[in-house]
């Protein structure tokens, strides 16, 4: 299977104070990749520097057997696209202003967005479920609606790879449920996806990898099924928690859930 | 998918807009010739227009109206679409929609540079880039303290504070350079300078559509580019924008239409800030649209200005006066009109 994303030996974090150190990991492709950790451990460190934000302590980092550092930000925009969590700008654009803004990439310096980007954007729209919402204002709809419209931002760059930072951030939970099934979906479509989750639950949902960060520089990757056993998690979170195995009864289907006892 | 159709695509122009943006310029355009101390009627303005292109001899009214008021219209134009494009740019490069070019101290900065090259004895194009300069340093400068202080506590607010804050200390080492400047030389010739005013303008001035031209084709070409920028630094990165060149491209432009604003007019305040808005409350927030319907209103709304300038009184009233009187009290319309507030 072809590896989209190679980190191998990296060491991140801020002015040479690594926050995370020496992680090896990979993502191949059509995979559902969860990097779950509690706060403060360096998640968003980690991610920033996958991203390209950040500059790596040591280690290196290659996306489609490429290194990061010898990609151009508008190459990189075209093999991959970040999910960032949504945010509310300071001027009223409407949600289709902001959806084909993901075609930058495709579109030449001095132009503007063709006939064509607009379709794009529309199908997107359309593939997430909110092409009603298309002339609305991106600052006036729901905050659901805002990270859905921006992951559809992310389907308009035509890329196969999708970073998400926490889609679910700041969600309720029905808009959690239902960014989580659009995710489902894409993954289903072929995409392969790495995103950062605080749920435990989601991961044994959705997952086909995990990779946990815990403090002092631990880090643990695999198949969820496997690896985030009870004393993972308890360790991960200092909290108390039970895994249960529980059976669905609308389709039979059995899922995993975790359940914090403090 | 049947949906999708029925949602018009806010990026494409719609005929009340443009009728709009047509009708008001050639409105304001044929009062402001026609206007004045010698009323010309527009017979005769299209006449002397005529006459003027196809070479014919002028009478006095129609020599007036070529050499005089012409000019000045356009110039006024010219000044009022700068500033209130430079304003809309920095709007969205700072993705701060209360910023414009005299609260970012660009304004005071190219005084400054203007004061600082006739004391030492520059020639004009010594005068017109130190102008240049000094602004551009004075964006870097309010620029790179917000992002220390925002750093700690985040708010639209905070880039006004260091713009003022600089604005201050420029506008100080102008008043500290009048101060030192020889009485019967120097000091006539950086106040006439700073002041600025349309009242003395000649065919001659217009030299300065060299530098507008350019570089408001440039700032219109790259207009889509400040919608992402808008979006933050890293989203407009991650979305394969070199953010770098695109920043230093827009505070470059922006700069360069305020100095010469500056150089033609002197210090015009409020027009940076009102017009965008005015413009945004029409045809909406894209840039796509925004700064094209920015730059026509700008042009329109200085000239009407300037033409109340000339008539209101028997004697010519500063512009800054008049823009600071009507943008002020629209301003406040605007933050109470405002669903969020421009504060935090």
Redo the contacts between chains.
């Keep these: 299977m072809e590896t989209l994303i190679k980190v191998e030996h990296l060491s991140c974090g801020y002015s040479q104070k690594a926050i995370v150190n020496d992680v090896s990991f990979s993502v191949q492709a059509g995979e559902v990749a969860c990097l779950i950790g509690p706060n403060g451990v360096g998640k968003t460190t980690l991610f920033k520097t996958m991203l390209g934000l950040l500059n790596p302590i040591s280690g290196q980092i290659s996306y489609f057997d490429k290194p990061l550092h010898s990609y151009a930000s508008k190459e990189f925009a075209k093999k991959v696209a970040y999910v960032p969590q949504s945010h509310v700008p300071p001027f009223p654009f409407s949600v289709r202003d902001i959806v084909v803004m993901g075609r930058n990439p495709h579109i030449n310096e001095l132009s503007q967005p063709s006939a064509e980007d607009y379709e794009k954007a529309d199908e997107a729209l359309t593939l997430m479920g909110i092409s009603h919402l298309a002339a609305q204002d991106y600052t006036e709809v729901s905050g659901g609606e805002r990270q859905l419209a921006i992951i559809a931002r992310a389907l308009t760059q035509d890329t196969k790879l999708l970073l998400m930072d926490e889609p679910t951030a700041y969600l309720d939970f029905g808009n959690t449920s239902r960014v989580h099934q659009e995710v489902e979906k894409l993954s289903d479509m072929g995409y392969t996806i790495v995103m950062i989750t605080h749920q435990p639950d989601h991961v044994f949902r959705y997952g086909d990898k995990v990779f946990a960060l815990g403090r002092d520089s631990k880090f643990v990757e695999g198949v969820p099924e496997e690896v985030l056993s009870e004393e993972l998690l308890t360790e991960l979170y200092n909290i108390p928690i039970e895994l249960k195995t529980v059976q669905l009864r609308e389709d039979n289907r059995s899922i995993k859930v975790c359940i914090p006892l403090s | ?1 049947g ?2 159709a029925a ?5 494409r122009w719609r005929l009340r807009e443009l009728i709009l943006l047509i009708a008001i310029p050639v409105i304001v355009f044929i009062i402001a010739l026609s206007v004045g101390r010698y009323p010309v009627s527009i017979d005769s303005l299209f006449s002397a227009l005529q006459a003027h292109l196809s070479g014919q001899e002028m009478d006095a009214s129609q020599l007036a109206l070529i050499r005089v008021r012409l000019p000045r219209v356009l110039l006024a134009m010219i000044v009022g679409a700068s500033l209130s494009v430079s304003g809309a740019a920095f709007q ?1 490069l700072f ?3 209360v910023v414009s070019p005299d609260l970012l101290g660009a304004s005071s900065g190219a005084s400054f540079g203007a004061a600082l090259a006739i004391l030492i004895g520059s020639g004009l194009i010594g005068i017109q880039f130190s102008s240049f300069a000094m602004g551009l340093v004075v964006v870097i400068l309010v620029a790179t303290m917000n992002k220390f202080v925002s750093k700690r506590a985040n708010s ?1 607010l905070t880039l006004i504070l260091c713009g003022i804050l600089v604005s201050s200390l420029f506008n100080a080492f102008v008043s500290l350079i009048k101060a030192v400047a020889d009485t019967d030389t120097k000091l006539p010739a950086i106040t006439f300078w700073l002041m600025g005013g349309l009242s003395a303008t000649t065919l001659d001035d217009l030299k300065v559509v060299f530098l507008f031209v350019p570089t408001i084709i440039l700032l219109l ?5 400040i ?2 920028l ?3 630094d ?2 407009a ?6 953010t770098r060149l695109y920043r230093w491209i827009i505070i470059g432009c922006a700069t360069l239409l305020t100095s010469m604003s500056v150089s033609i007019s002197g210090n015009v305040g409020w027009v940076g800030l009102v017009v965008p808005h005015l413009a ?1 409350m029409l045809v ?3 840039y ?1 649209k925004l700064l094209p319907a920015t730059l026509i209103f700008g042009a329109s709304f200085l000239l009407f200005v300037d033409t109340l300038a000339r008539m209101l009184f028997t004697v010519e009233v500063p512009l800054s006066i008049i823009t600071a009187i009507i943008g002020a009290p629209f301003f406040f319309y605007l933050m109470l009109r405002s669903k ?1 507030g421009f504060g935090a």
């Excluded at chain 2, 949602?7 to 990026?11: E, G, I, T, Y």
């Excluded at chain 2, 070409?221 to 580019?225: D, E, F, G, Q, S």
């Excluded at chain 2, 990165?237 to 070199?242: A, I, Q």
């Design positions: 998918m949906n999708t949602q018009p695509n806010n990026a969205g993705k701060n929609p639209v070409a790259i207009r889509w580019k919608n992402l808008a979006m933050g890293e989203e990165h991650m979305l394969g924008v070199n945004r909406g927030s894209n796509i969020k």
